[in-house]
């Protein structure tokens, strides 16, 4: 079965720790990362916490492969960081096209005036390198003597688990609405963040996929530039302890309530079969750490199911804390899981 979790928003909606915990609960053969080290995703499980940028968030399982798309762009420094950081040295894999940022791709976007100011970007090289990319002159993961005996078919290993009905779950990143076509460009990155792109990021095709998860959080955050519909102001954001801080800039998040209509439309261009919930805990502290929907309070129950009905779609996964084991997993009830 291929699932692929996607970001429902602007990215930071919690994707590190749906994929870690489907990681631990279903225990996929394969796990792949998409997106670029632009991204972070964090994963809190047992009183530790990384902040992964390139690493998939479910390493946390031990026998899980760890893959990287060849739609992905990493940095050398930050891969072998993490790779220390998560212990995976043994088990993750590059594909040989996966693009690599150099230096000069993170030199160009410091001086960009346009990328810092206007967009508000990350400036970690990523709109260069894809640039390069497109220009067909960034160099590939298999042009790197520091990658030899990490690079591995990533399409060609995905489609075999595949055949042989193993579990494979795709990691996308970011969010919908950050999507170079259907995010609010210019406001958004320099790739599509959609289901469909993580799907030919890694080398599948679409008949390949049965579940699509579109994560949203209880409230609405956006770095950088762009609109935000409802967006508090600084005092209310503090007030309602929504503050946040971007995993990779260390800037403050932008944050405005969950808004059904991008839910909406999320949930379309994704063609999304289950939503997750995450930071529940924080709209609803009496929430904290509850693992069973029928403890959750009606009205917070009625709110979920609210969403559920503007979405069309089952909300099968809700996180209430900070640990990967935080959470509220309704697939079963709900009739997702085959096994
Ligand atoms: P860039 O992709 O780094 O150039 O950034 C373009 C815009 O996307 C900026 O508003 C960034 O803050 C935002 N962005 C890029 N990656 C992420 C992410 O992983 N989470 C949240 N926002 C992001
Ligand atoms: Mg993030």
């Not at 894809?130 to 993961?141: H, S, T």
């Not at 405005?256 to 289950?274: C, M, R, V």
């Not at 029928?294 to 559920?308: A, F, Q, S």
């Amino acid at each position: 079965m291929l699932s692929i979790v996607v970001g429902g928003f602007f990215g930071d909606e919690g994707k590190g720790k749906i994929v870690a915990y489907l990681g631990l609960a279903d225990k996929p053969a394969i796990a792949v990362r998409c997106g670029a080290i632009n991204a972070g995703h964090t994963v809190t499980y047992n009183g530790r916490k990384w902040k992964l940028r390139i690493v998939p968030s479910a390493f946390i399982s031990r026998n899980i492969e760890l893959l990287i798309a060849p739609g992905a762009l990493i940095r050398l420094d930050v891969l072998f960081k993490e790779i220390d950081e998560t212990g995976t040295k043994c088990r993750l894999f590059l594909d040989k096209h996966t693009g690599v940022i150099e230096l000069c791709h993170v030199e160009s976007e410091r001086y960009n005036s346009f990328l810092a100011g206007k967009i508000g970007s990350t400036l970690q090289g990523v709109g260069a390198a894809m640039a390069d990319r497109v220009l067909r002159k960034l160099r590939l993961a298999y042009e790197f003597d520091e990658l030899k005996g990490m690079v591995k078919n990533v399409p060609d290993t995905v489609n075999e688990a595949l055949d042989k009905d193993h579990d494979v779950i795709i990691e996308g990143t970011q969010g919908t609405f950050l999507s170079l076509y259907h995010g609010t460009y210019p406001y958004v990155t320099s790739r599509d963040t959609t289901a469909s792109a993580f799907a030919s990021e890694v080398g599948v095709g679409p008949k390949r996929v049965d579940e699509v998860i579109v994560v949203f959080k209880a409230y609405v955050t956006r770095v950088g530039s762009g609109p935000l519909d409802g967006e508090l102001s600084f005092d209310e954001i503090v007030r309602r302890r929504w503050c946040e801080k971007a995993t990779v800039t260390g800037r403050v998040r932008r944050a405005a309530p969950f808004n059904i209509e991008l839910a909406k439309k999320a949930t379309i261009l994704n063609s999304a079969t289950q939503a997750a919930i995450t930071k529940l805990d924080i709209l609803f502290p009496e929430t904290q750490g509850v693992t069973e929907w029928g403890k959750l309070p009606y009205k917070v129950r009625k709110w979920i199911e609210n969403i559920e009905d503007a979405i069309n779609t089952p909300v099968t996964l809700i996180g209430t804390g900070e640990d990967v084991k935080h959470i509220i997993d309704r697939r079963r009830e709900l009739g997702f899981l085959r096994r």
